[in-house]
Every structure is written in structure tokens, then in C-alpha cells.
């Protein structure tokens, strides 16, 4: 379908060199998988979305809980989910640079650790 609308733009007289030069450039990092405990891992989500809705992460714009908990900085975003068919959480991130995609990264990390640092009730 993407080659086709492309071919469409195209024969319309639509310059796509400088469509995609104009195009924001975002630093996406590859998926993290997380080894964790297969019981644990829905818990794990649950406690660290809380976290977030308490204000542990500074910077936040918006939270989205559908399937993990996707956190948009308005320069980046951070994804953590739990694996449905493995035991781990996978992450991923994206922001306006590799610098802050990498910090979006340490925030996340940071907080998840001390999550699952906690005692088990």
C-alpha cells in the first residue's frame, strides 16, 4: 500500500526527496527484552504505571495504559509492556535526539528497578 500511495505522490508531481527531508528525525532505540518472573511480569506493569500516575517520572505529558504503559515527554517516548507469549517486559524508546532517548531510557530503568527491588507482598 505505502509504494503505491508513494507511486501516486509521485505521479501527481509531489516532490518526495523533500517530503522526507521534512520529515522530523527521531532516535528510536532497538526493543529491550527484560527477563522477569512469568507471574510477576502484569504485576510489574500494573506497579510501575501507578508509580507513574504518582509523578515518579518528571516531564510527563501523557500516560496511555493500553497493552503496558506508554509515556509521552512531548520530545520522546518511553513504551514498557509485558511479553504476552514470554517471560519478560520489552522496552523501547524514542525521542528528538540519541541523547534524550537515552536519558528517557536511564529515567525508566531507574524507576523499574526500584520497583522490582521492593519487597513482594
Known amino acids: 500500500y505505502a509504494f503505491l500511495r508513494a507511486l501516486e505522490l509521485v505521479y501527481k508531481g509531489f516532490d518526495l526527496e523533500s517530503m522526507i527531508k521534512a ?6 532505540t532497538p ?9 510477576e511480569k502484569f504485576k ?7 508509580e507513574i500516575e504518582k509523578g515518579a517520572l ?25 511479553s504476552n507469549t514470554s517471560p519478560y517486559l520489552i522496552t523501547r524508546f524514542e525521542a528528538t535526539s540519541l541523547e534524550r532517548a537515552k536519558e ?7 524507576l523499574f528497578d526500584d520497583i522490582k527491588a521492593r519487597p513482594k507482598n
Open 104 to 110: 528517557l531510557e536511564s529515567m525508566v530503568f531507574a
Open 23 to 28: 520529515l522530523p528525525k527521531l532516535y528510536t
Open 58 to 82: 518528571k516531564g510527563v505529558k501523557s500516560l496511555c495504559e493500553i497493552d503496558g504503559a506508554r509515556i509521552d515527554f512531548g520530545d520522546g517516548w518511553a513504551l514498557l509492556r509485558a
Open 31 to 39: 526493543e529491550i527484552k527484560i527477563p522477569v518472573n512469568e507471574e
Open 44 to 50: 510489574l506493569v500494573e506497579e510501575f504505571q501507578k
